[in-house]
């Protein structure tokens, strides 16, 4: 595609469900990055993909948090028992290795 | 010491002036460097790469690194209402590893 896609761009969902946010990358692209924003706040650096390499997932903020990338193309994000403070916009960004990354619209997660 | 670091802001500058934001880096083998914009609500857009010392232009915006003193700047020539976001300061390392974000820098111009 033209650029990175994510869905959906609004999830509302109740405490203690799973959630699954997908993301795809422009088509070309070695990496995948996924960011957390709160409102008013800065990137948050979740996991990143590169090519075959073991995924960097230093950023995840609990076990209850997962991504996968299958055929180094898509990627899902998931969280499960979601909790309050999970809600916030989660970003995913593509590039050709660390080279120019661009972002997707985000998809806006509530949990209430 | 964090990988990245930009000043919060805001930064306010009138209209029509020159904004001048700031970035240092702790990695000494960083080899490319990046501006984003965000706007409220939406997400960062790339304004600006820079990979060699030195200055590179692009219409009202100038990206400016200086390796040895692990420093980029951007400035933002006749600052506009619509330059009112928050810009962020990213790096990649050598071998093109991930990209680190500084938290980000405030913008506002007002007319």
């Known amino acids: 595609g033209a650029g990175v896609s994510q869905s959906p761009s609004n999830k509302v969902t109740e405490k203690g469900k799973d959630v699954e946010l997908r993301c795809d990358p422009i088509?070309?692209?070695?990496?995948l990055y996924w960011y957390r924003q709160s409102l008013g706040q800065g990137l948050e650096f979740l996991i990143y993909f590169q090519g075959n390499s073991a995924p960097d997932k230093s950023g995840l903020p609990s076990d209850r948090f997962s991504a996968e990338r299958t055929g180094g193309s898509v990627s899902t994000l998931t969280i499960q028992r979601t909790q309050q403070e999970d809600s916030a916009v989660y970003l995913c960004?593509?590039?050709?290795?660390?080279?120019?990354?661009?972002f997707g619209q985000g998809t806006r997660l509530t949990v209430v | 010491q964090k990988e990245v670091e930009q000043n919060s802001g805001p930064l306010s500058v009138p209209e029509g002036a020159i904004a001048s934001l700031n970035c240092t880096y702790s990695d000494r083998v960083s080899q490319s460097f990046f501006w984003y914009r965000q706007y409220s609500g939406k997400s960062p857009e790339l304004i600006m790469s820079?990979?060699?010392?030195g200055d590179k232009e692009d219409g009202r915006f100038t990206a400016q690194l200086n390796k040895a003193s692990q420093y980029v700047s951007l400035l933002i020539r006749d600052s506009q209402p619509s330059d009112s976001a928050t810009y962020l300061c990213?790096?990649?390392?050598?071998?093109?590893?991930?990209?680190?974000f500084g938290t980000g820098t405030r913008l506002l111009v007002s007319p």
């Open positions: 820079i990979y060699s010392n």
């Open positions: 088509s070309g692209h070695t990496a």
């Open positions: 960004a593509s590039s050709f290795f660390g080279g120019e990354a661009f």
């Open positions: 990213a790096v990649s390392r050598v071998g093109f590893q991930k990209l680190v």
